[in-house]
């Protein structure tokens, strides 16, 4: 499989301003509404399912994770804990900078190379690429759609241009 793994680095990187775009706006919402911060970010779809606060640490887990996976560097820790708005923001804005130092080079020749990952209940060896595009971009865009539909289920006003905040 042939893929130009840095290339993911922006779409992830784009999307992480969308994250951020469309977590203000929840926030202005709740605000207008008597809607405190930390009740918004545990709004959900359903209840089984994470709630605002745990899609938004998903995404940018994925988007800094997985490109640093697939060139080889040391994985990023996960943003833990239950973190407020400011410190979304902040990880968001960490996240951004740390793929903006990923270089074309630290990707070229990864695609067939090998990654073992623990997802659970499982450890499966994969080449990187399909890593990054079988499993790790479909993952960061269903979180990022849940994180958009939950704020839209609550009555955000937003809609899909707002998914394009961060460019095509």
Not at 82 to 101: F, G, V
Request: glycine share 8%; no cysteine.
């Amino acid at each position: 499989m042939k893929a130009d793994l840095y290339s993911f680095v922006g779409i992830y990187s784009r999307n992480l301003d969308t994250l951020a775009n469309i977590l203000t706006k929840g926030a202005e919402f709740a605000a207008a509404n008597g809607v405190s911060e930390a009740e918004m970010l545990d709004w959900r779809l359903a209840d089984d399912m994470f709630p605002l606060r745990r899609q938004a640490q998903i995404v940018r887990d994925f988007a800094v994770q997985w490109p640093a996976r697939a060139a080889g560097l040391p994985v990023p820790a996960a943003l833990e804990g239950e973190p407020d708005l400011a410190q979304l923001r902040a990880a968001i804005s960490e996240a951004k900078a740390a793929l903006a130092n990923l270089k074309p080079d630290q990707f070229e020749g990864r695609d067939e190379v090998p990654l073992t990952v623990n997802i659970g209940p499982m450890e499966p060896t994969l080449p990187a690429a399909q890593w990054i595009l079988g499993f790790a971009t479909t993952n960061f865009y269903f979180h990022l759609s849940m994180a958009y539909a939950i704020l839209r289920a609550k009555g955000v006003p937003i809609g899909k241009i707002d998914l394009f905040a961060g460019g095509l």
